[in-house]
């Protein structure tokens, strides 16, 4: 029970520090069971399979990552090693940056997140081997650092990054339970949106006979709506 109350406090704190984020309920885990109701302003919880709704949310996790990370700024990409990259979501960086040479980010340590398929979460880089010498670290002055892989079962879908050139925080076990959490969600909203691009993105119809088989292709007819 004790152990459930220190999450439920910790839970608490961090989603009500999140803009737009409103809890539901009383606030003494006495009176709460291990279930933390909230919404977000704007978005009515019916409408979350809509498109702009997952944009929306997109934009909500960017901004909760680095709030939770205490970063002064973050980008969400989605895509992978074979197909490349695009910014998805951004929060304090233009969504161009990520891309551009003179990145101020720390793209050794994307790039750490992204091969090894695991979090790195970075408090204090001149403590790390790996990080005190990368030139993008030491040039950027970076002083925190977070990359979070973005993986959907199993596949990369994308992956989420924060950095800042303040002193960075002690990331406990609680805060990588958080930060899994919103990669989890954003994980099925990168899916979700790729299978609407996926959708949109058809040219052709296969025409088949009474016994399911394809006949021929054909251009795919489109409609803006349905009489």
Known sequence: ?????????????????????????????????????????????????????????????????????????????????????????????????PGQRNFAGSTGTLARAIHQRTAVLVGDPAALDWARSRQSIVAGGLRALVAL???????????????????GKHFTELDRDILAAFTEQAALLLAARGLDQSLASLESCIQADTKGQPRHVVAAPHWSRLA
């Open 1 to 97: 029970r004790a152990h459930e109350r220190f999450l439920f406090e910790h839970a608490w704190a961090a989603l009500g520090a999140i803009d737009g984020v409103r809890l539901l309920g009383p606030s003494s885990p006495d009176e709460h069971a291990g279930v933390i109701s909230f919404v977000i302003d704007g978005i009515h919880p019916h409408d979350v399979a809509q498109t702009p709704d997952r944009d929306a949310l997109l934009a909500g996790l960017v901004a909760a990552i680095v709030q939770l990370a205490e970063c002064r700024r973050g980008f969400i990409l989605a895509g992978d090693l074979e197909r490349g990259f695009s910014t998805v979501a951004c929060c304090g960086i233009p969504a161009d940056a």
């Open 149 to 167: 892989p973005i993986l959907h079962r199993n596949h990369l879908l994308g992956v989420a990054y924060a950095d800042s050139d303040e002193p």
